[in-house]
Nanobody, 125 residues
Framework: QVQLVESGGGLVHAGGSLILSCSAS????????MGWFRQAPGKERGFVAG????????YYADSVKGRFTISRDNAKNTVYLQMNSTKPEDTAVYYC??????????????????WGQGTQVTVYS
């Protein structure tokens, strides 16, 4: 079992930056591939970024490549999503997710075992 808690969401002007954090507890964090997903009103939950368990290999949706950076600190049991050059279309609830022993990190939300409660990100123009 692992519990995930996201933080860092909020309001940001288009072009600005925001960093999301996801803290994990309850299990060996380094055993889990981690992913960030987002869901806008009326849309399905979609993959944003993923990071492997220990090698730190990263994967991104085309829509955020070059603007967002996923990273993890296994000593702090935390995964981050640095959001730069934000756009109004980045507005959504952002969720972190964990999948044990997966490589590479899955891009489908259905393939993850644990989810956080989500944090709202609103980008205004």
């Amino acid at each position: 079992q692992v519990q995930l808690v996201e933080s860092g969401g909020g309001l940001v002007h288009a072009g600005g930056s925001l960093i999301l954090s996801c803290s994990a507890s309850g299990s060996i964090f380094s055993s889990y591939a981690m992913g960030w997903f987002r869901q806008a009103p009326g849309k399905e939950r979609g993959f944003v970024a993923g990071i492997s368990r220990s090698t730190g290999n990263t994967y991104y949706a085309d829509s955020v490549k070059g603007r967002f950076t996923i990273s993890r600190d296994n000593a702090k049991n935390t995964v981050y999503l640095q959001m730069n050059s934000t756009k109004p279309e980045d507005t959504a609830v952002y969720y972190c997710a964990a999948r044990r022993f997966a490589f590479p990190p899955p891009t489908s939300w259905e393939d993850y075992d644990y989810w956080g409660q989500g944090t709202q990100v609103t980008v205004y123009s």
